[in-house]
């Protein structure tokens, strides 16, 4: 059985995961540790190197929007919950295979310490033309967030391809995606106001899409 087919359903209840995650660390309802809870032991059920990433990504969330005692604690217990949800899975397998195959399925897929350095500067887009297009989108997306001083989708991003090079290709799709879609919505709202407005408002917009890079951003969408 191919990696992408357990894989799939990984990435769907990962995400599950972080929006619960990110509900929890704006409410702070108890109620959403169980969903976390769920859907983490879910991820490690059917793609156990997913687990790695929701770790990654539940410490990042934390630390930049949180940095509490008490989130912290309450956090542990879910992991707590999480260990035991998927215990009878993993203490069989333990118990008739020993530690093999955790060695051979993380002795797979091999990857050099210059592989995110190299990620990074290409962001990924370097196969193909619309690759191209999104990593190019992602790219004025982390100029335009760092303009406004929010730098959680690049810190993230960097979290996940120096921590995770394994499979950085694929959990960074997220970021990455999110960076274009910061540069699309504002590429729009430029579209929707006329010069005089943004002049007078001193958006952000007017400093990194100008004519020439709305030209730019056009050309390259309609290539692709």
Do not use: C
């Amino acid at each position: 059985m191919g990696g992408g087919l357990t894989r799939s359903p990984a990435w769907f209840f990962s995400i599950l995961g972080l929006f619960f995650f990110i509900k929890f660390i704006k409410t702070k309802k108890i109620s959403h540790l169980i969903w976390i809870s769920l859907f983490t032991a879910l991820t490690a059920l059917t793609h156990l190197e997913m687990v790695w990433f929701l770790a990654l990504t539940y410490l990042t969330v934390y630390l930049y929007f949180d940095r509490s005692w008490k989130s912290l604690f309450t956090l542990a217990i879910t992991a707590v919950g999480v260990v035991t949800l998927i215990s009878p899975w993993l203490v069989s397998v333990l118990w008739v295979h020993g530690l093999a195959p955790f060695r051979a399925g993380f002795s797979t897929g091999g990857f050099t310490l210059t592989s995110p350095i190299a990620f990074l500067l290409s962001m990924g887009g370097v196969d193909k033309m619309s690759l191209a297009f999104i990593s190019l989108l992602a790219i004025l997306g982390i100029f335009l967030q760092f303009r406004k001083k929010e730098s959680f989708l690049f810190i993230w991003l960097l979290v996940l391809v120096f921590l995770d090079p394994r499979s950085s290709q694929r959990i960074a799709a997220i970021p990455i995606a999110m960076l274009a879609a910061v540069t699309l919505w504002a590429f729009f709202t430029w579209l929707d106001k006329n010069n005089e407005e943004l002049s007078e408002t001193g958006s952000d917009q007017v400093i990194l899409l100008e004519r020439p890079v709305a030209a730019t951003l056009l050309g390259v969408l309609i290539y692709a």
